[in-house]
């Protein structure tokens, strides 16, 4: 049986420009299904696409206006981390592209929670966080239970339909 977790989720919301990459569109979808709790976007972009973020399920906006320094993996780590100061979250989304594995991978060793990379399925069953992930060319695939503090999972590409929300929140971007 599918469960939500009730805590907020964490998801890193990076944009090429203006707008959400689609992996992020995808990560902050994703999150809004696991979860009752709030999904909370976290922005290093000059200027948070907000009207995308609550189209697709965010609930609140961290927005850390890093300027040029918000490309660099390991300034972005650093406003991941801060993030994790504002509640309790159950759970961390990022993408699994390379900037997304450079942050969560410093994320996890500072802070020492445990991280997946290349996920293809996240779900919450029976109380229990899932992450599903395929090797060998997706001729075979793996379960992983995570379990303990705040986990970080990256996103491959296509692991969630984007998806509207019924009811978009109206958000204001919140300094972090």
């Known amino acids: 049986m599918t469960q939500q977790m009730h805590s907020p989720i964490l998801v890193l919301a990076d944009q ?15 999150a809004a299904s696991l979860t ?3 999904v909370v976007a976290l922005s290093v972009a000059s200027v948070p696409d907000t009207a995308a973020l609550a189209e697709l399920g965010a609930t609140r906006v961290l927005h850390a206006d890093l300027g040029a320094a918000g490309h660099s993996s390991v300034v972005a780590s650093d406003a ?8 309790s979250y159950g759970l961390v989304l990022a993408s699994s592209d390379y900037r997304g594995r450079e942050i969560a991978g410093r994320v996890a060793a500072l802070t020492e929670a445990g991280v997946v990379s290349g996920a293809s399925s996240v779900s919450f069953d ?5 992450v599903g992930k395929s090797a060998l060319g997706g001729t075979w695939s793996m379960g992983i239970v995570l379990e303990g503090q705040t986990p970080i999972v990256g996103i491959s590409s296509g692991v969630i339909d984007e998806a509207p929300v019924a009811s978009p929140a109206s958000l204001t971007p919140e300094p972090l």
């Not at 090429?16 to 994703?30: D, E, F, I, K």
């Open 16 to 30: 090429a420009g203006s707008r959400l990459t689609s992996l992020a569109r995808q990560a902050v979808t994703l």
């Open 126 to 130: 029976g109380g229990v966080l899932q």
């Open 36 to 38: 009752s709790g709030d």
């Open 80 to 87: 991941v981390i801060a993030a994790l100061g504002t509640d």
